[in-house]
């Protein structure tokens, strides 16, 4: 929406006659293009970083609650009592 706000803006406040409105409008389709691609690029980014962010807040927190570790397993390789 940002791009498109500023596009026409500048559509409907040009002092100076810059040429054909085809060229305004492509100037506005251009920035939308640009504007949504890197809205998806972050939205991606940012959504493996939570997607992160769960998972690690899910094993520590399974970890607290079981009191396993995986230490304590290594341990108990070649001991009696496995």
């Given at each position: 929406?940002?791009?498109?706000?500023?596009?026409?803006?500048?559509?409907?406040?040009?002092?100076?006659?810059?040429?054909?409105?085809?060229?305004?409008?492509?100037f506005?389709?251009?920035?939308?293009?640009?504007f949504?691609c890197?809205?998806?690029l972050?939205?991606?980014?940012?959504?493996n970083l939570?997607v992160?962010?769960?998972?690690?807040?899910?094993?520590?927190?399974?970890?607290?609650?079981?009191?396993?570790?995986?230490?304590?397993?290594?341990?108990?390789i070649g001991?009696?009592?496995e």
């Amino acid at each position: 929406m940002v791009p498109y706000i500023i596009g026409i803006a500048s559509v409907f406040t040009s002092i100076e006659n810059q040429g054909s409105p085809e060229e305004s409008l492509s100037f506005l389709s251009i920035m939308m293009v640009v504007f949504m691609c890197l809205a998806m690029l972050f939205s991606y980014i940012l959504n493996n970083l939570l997607v992160v962010n769960s998972g690690i807040i899910y094993y520590s927190l399974r970890e607290k609650n079981e009191n396993r570790t995986t230490i304590n397993d290594i341990d108990l390789i070649g001991t009696e009592s496995e």
